[in-house]
């Protein structure tokens, strides 16, 4: 790995530990009496707040301190820099010993990002460019105390400090009450930002006679794979991206027989772009770069940008990239299920707005298809592909299979798994099987809840419907969910960083936010189409979602702006060293994904920085794209079907409303006459 993190001219050593843990317990059990008539108004209620004005600053409460609680820290301080507000006194509270979240307590052996370190590092603090395209759960842990060091956000932390209630206090504000050293105290507070996360609570489904199998655990506590045992047979129970990565562990350990079992089909998705190759172009060159994580391989010019409403609520676009995927995993594997996946798709019908990639699938499916994979071409169109087309195929250990199975309907006396008959091919391959397991491990998430409110407002489905763009409730910005959502194919950090400013801006200068109130109609384009009964409630599209929150906070950079700012800051030696490189600033804009960093271009957030990391971390990986299989297929063939639609809408709005505004006055000006008495 190298030395450390880069984040402008700004280097951070690696292994630079934090201070000393500060302890609350004179700040908790000291109370300074407010003077009556020093009393200041708050900001949501307009009630007068307990804090004298001579300590007027705002106070807030983050709880949780990985990915999410940590960029709502940083946003939070740099808000008196950015923004021009008064500073904030700002508390962190952590459970666990120190930060990372999910990624400290709950990873296992091997464990990496699904999502890459273009997309999840956060918008002011890039990884080193000769980095791996997807880090190592370590090395990202590694990366945020990195990033807490380099914007000193040690002091305002406190670990080994589970919140266990927050009130709301009829003055206005919140009391965040919490454990320190095993006693019990309070805060007195403004605002409160939850960051608690989505992975803490294991969620273990009912099976009867779950019992009879000698050892179960949830994904939580597997850490190595000897845990797995010698010669044993292993249940996995889940088909997403854990579920995946712990077949494989233990598939490639010493175990006798491994089964995955699945509920409703999953969809296996490759971490990097597809790449097939024609039987006519050169083999690949061992020293060729990979190819580009799949996650950044979209464009957002007529995807994102300069789409008209009309358009973006439709589902042209979603219908776009069904067909899309479907064609570019037929042609790369002659299979629609996902990537080289020959069974357990996903039913009939299923459509990019409603299903979770499982980018882990793609080390999953080489240990699938001994099994299913057909030996020889099915038909004359497939002998035709494979003829044409030729995708590079991953080699697995002789005798090394992952079996797929239905869902256990139970586990009878004898400790055999009885299946639910799904009407699936696997289920009549498996039906007469004896299986009868050692090890079973739930791969099945986690429960959502929120412990620290009372009644309904522990579940997270009370807000359902509620929430300002999935971030605060309609009724009390003082109170954010950062985190919550979950991308079907992209990242939560760089979600967790575009929540946070939008809610930062609007706690502390909501006249700054673009087109204020909010309204819900802007938020169905990025909402993922869920079944009735799904555990998963809060999926979005990434790609949307960030570039609406950037909207509303004025970040999204328009065509002139970029033109502008190439000139400007890269046209002319700035001191960077990338003089005459205008250009690659617009390129980059409208081929590359929806960056954190490019939405700090322009708006309350701007970052000196941004240009610089434009137009070279991020052109460097738009200019990875392969040519006709990236750039062609994934940003210009979207561009001429939508650019032209896009116009053709914007030309039929304008006309119609144009016509509804004559047909208005018209209107208005006949009501308007004055009515006479028949003679």
């Known amino acids: 790995m190298p030395n450390g ?28 009496e407010p003077r009556l ?36 820290l940083k946003y939070l301080l740099a808000a008196e820099g950015s923004l021009g507000t008064e500073p904030v006194e700002v508390r962190l509270y952590e459970s666990e010993s120190g930060v990372g979240g999910t990624f400290l307590a709950r990873t296992y052996e091997e464990a990496e990002l699904v999502s890459s370190r273009q997309l999840t590092c956060f918008s002011d603090f890039r990884c080193e460019e000769d980095e791996p395209d997807f880090l190592s759960a370590n090395r990202y842990v590694e990366y945020l105390k990195e990033y807490c060091s380099r914007f000193n956000l040690w002091p305002h932390m406190n670990f080994s400090c589970p919140v266990t209630s927050v009130d709301k206090r009829k003055q206005g504000g919140h009391t965040v009450t919490y454990l320190l050293e095993g006693d019990e105290h309070t805060w007195e507070c403004d605002a409160v930002a939850v960051c608690s996360g989505l992975h803490v609570e294991p969620s273990i489904p009912e099976i009867e006679g779950i019992e009879r199998v000698p050892a179960v655990l949830h994904s939580s506590q597997l850490k190595r794979r000897d845990q797995f045992g010698i010669d044993k047979n292993v249940l996995i129970l889940g088909s997403g991206e854990t579920g995946a990565d712990i077949s494989v562990l ?23 772009n597809p790449r097939p190759r024609f039987t006519f172009e050169r083999p690949p060159d061992p020293y060729d770069r990979p190819q580009l994580p799949i996650d950044v391989s979209r464009a957002s010019l007529l995807d994102t940008a300069y789409v008209h409403p009309w358009l973006r609520n439709s589902s042209a676009l979603w219908t776009y990239y069904d067909y899309y995927v479907r064609w570019i995993l037929w042609t790369s594997w002659g299979t629609m299920h996902g990537t080289d996946q020959w069974i357990g798709g996903k039913p009939k019908g299923w459509t990019t707005a409603e299903i979770f990639f499982n980018k882990a699938g793609y080390k999953l499916s080489p240990y699938i298809n001994a099994a299913w994979k057909p030996k020889k071409p099915q038909g004359i169109l497939e002998r035709i592909r494979r003829w044409i087309i030729r995708t590079p195929q991953a080699q697995v250990g002789e005798g090394q299979q992952v079996e797929i199975a239905p869902w256990p309907e139970r586990i009878d006396e004898n400790g055999i798994v009885r299946f639910r008959n799904n009407g699936r091919p696997e289920y009549l391959r498996i039906k007469d099987e004896t299986i009868k397991p050692d090890v079973i491990v739930f791969c099945t998430g986690y429960n959502h809840e929120f412990p620290f409110f009372k009644g309904r407002k522990s579940n997270p489905r009370y807000y359902e419907g509620k929430l300002i763009r999935d971030i605060w409730p309609r009724d009390d910005p003082s109170i954010a969910f950062i985190g919550f959502v979950r991308p079907n194919l992209g990242a939560i950090p760089p979600l967790s960083e575009f929540q946070a400013q939008v ?37 979005v599209d990434h790609e949307s979602y960030a570039y609406q929150l950037a909207l509303d906070m004025g970040s999204a950079p328009s065509f002139s702006d970029v033109l502008r700012l190439g000139f400007s800051e890269t046209g002319v030696q700035n001191g960077s060293g990338h003089k005459g490189c205008w250009w690659k600033l617009p390129l980059t804009w409208a081929f590359g994904a929806n960056f954190n960093t490019k939405f700090r271009l322009i708006g309350p957030w701007k970052w000196d920085g941004a240009s ?52 208005g006055v018209v209107r208005g000006s006949w009501v308007g006459q004055p009515l006479h008495d028949k003679k």
């Open 250 to 272: 233990a598939v490639t350990s010493a175990t006798k027989r491994v089964v995955l079992c699945h509920k409703n089909g999953f969809h296996l998705a490759p971490k990097r």
């Open 37 to 72: 008539s020093t009393y200041r108004i708050s900001l949501f209620t307009g009630s007068r707040s307990i804090y004298p004005r001579a300590a007027a600053r705002m106070r807030v409460a983050i709880i949780g301190a990985g990915p999410s609680g940590l960029v709502t």
């Open 5 to 32: 993190i880069i984040s402008g001219a700004h280097r951070v050593v690696k292994g630079q530990t934090r201070p000393e843990h500060i302890s609350l317990k004179w700040m908790a059990t000291h109370v300074v």
């Open 612 to 663: 610089e990391v434009m137009i070279t971390e991020f052109w460097d990986t738009v200019a990875r794209r392969e040519m006709f299989f990236g750039h062609f297929t994934v940003s210009i063939v979207p561009m001429l079907i939508f650019g032209p639609t896009s116009l053709l809408v914007f030309i039929y709005a304008s006309v119609y409303n144009i016509l509804l505004e004559v047909a």
């Open 503 to 539: 809610w930062v801006l609007n706690l502390l200068s909501p006249e700054r936010v673009v087109g204020a109130p909010l309204l819900p109609r802007d938020e169905l384009h990025y909402r993922l189409i869920h079944k009735k009964h799904a555990r998963i409630r809060y999926g």
